[in-house]
């Protein structure tokens, strides 16, 4: 009877590791560094280290484990080949190949986005759901969707990538995809400062923004303190925001939105200005759609790694 499974989530900066037992119950989480220096050459052999530790450590037999499961910042195909991964400084890497090869381990990939979403259908903010959109607020807005349970990856991997949907030809510079208008630069932190400071040069009402240094947790502070200029960044925000859930569920009419990332800090009051937007532009249909915030904050990704192997 195998009993146990690994969730692997890889960042920029750490690799988030999780043992986890068939049932979802994680027992005993850590981190090692990503060593991106010579195109991350050393990451994969990093991961099957710390995982033969662990198996190790824990006295585990491989036959109980049932596998790997390991989340990618980049897209991810069906056989586990990673054909580009830049935070990662990788080209293509046949990363279920060579993970498997190194651990005796069967391995599993996803794009780390989606793998989150099926963390939070998991174990997290949409339990009990099956068709789920996750909506990653953070430097950027990722994205990851699930329909009968399974993640929506697309022929490319891309599947999911709703940051770069177009909702505006307001913006004035290029995204980092290199079109212009998408989600990302209005919806996600630093999007949010870009539309508080174009706000704030626009008018000189009084606000408490004009304060100090304005980031995201500063504006929708400002907005709980009823600061009437926060308040019309944050109707903008929504607007974008809702405009992009609507035309998403009007392909693939989800049963909830779970909102993530650091802009989710915020909580709920980012309902008050995303829902309104949302009802105003949805298909009739899919108006009556839940939004709730993710719960599993940075364990997403190994929570969403394991239920991917399991």
Known sequence: ????????DIGGTTVKCGLFNVDGEVLDKWEIKTRTENNGENIIADIAETMNAKI????????EIVGA?????????EEGNVPVAVNLHWGFVPLSKELSEKTGLAV??????NVAALGEMWKGGAVGYHNVVMVTLGTGVGGGIIINGKIVTGSNGAGGEIGHIHVTDSVDKPCNCGNTGCLEQVASATGVVYLANKKLASCDTPSVLRDGEVSAKSVFDAVKAGDAVAQEIAEEFGRYLGLACANIAGVVDPQV??????VSKAGKILFDYIEKYYKKYAFPSCKDV?????????????????????
């Open 108 to 113: 599993r990939v996803g794009n780390d986005a």
């Open 1 to 8: 009877m195998k009993k146990y499974c690994f969730g692997i």
């Open 290 to 310: 839940k939004f709730a915030l993710a719960t599993l904050g940075n364990d997403a990704g190994i929570y969403g790694a394991a239920k991917l192997m399991l």
């Open 69 to 77: 499961g390991v989340g990618v910042p980049g897209p991810a195909d």
């Open 56 to 63: 190790a450590e824990k006295g585990l037999d491989k036959e």
């Open 257 to 262: 939105f779970v909102i993530g990332g650091g």
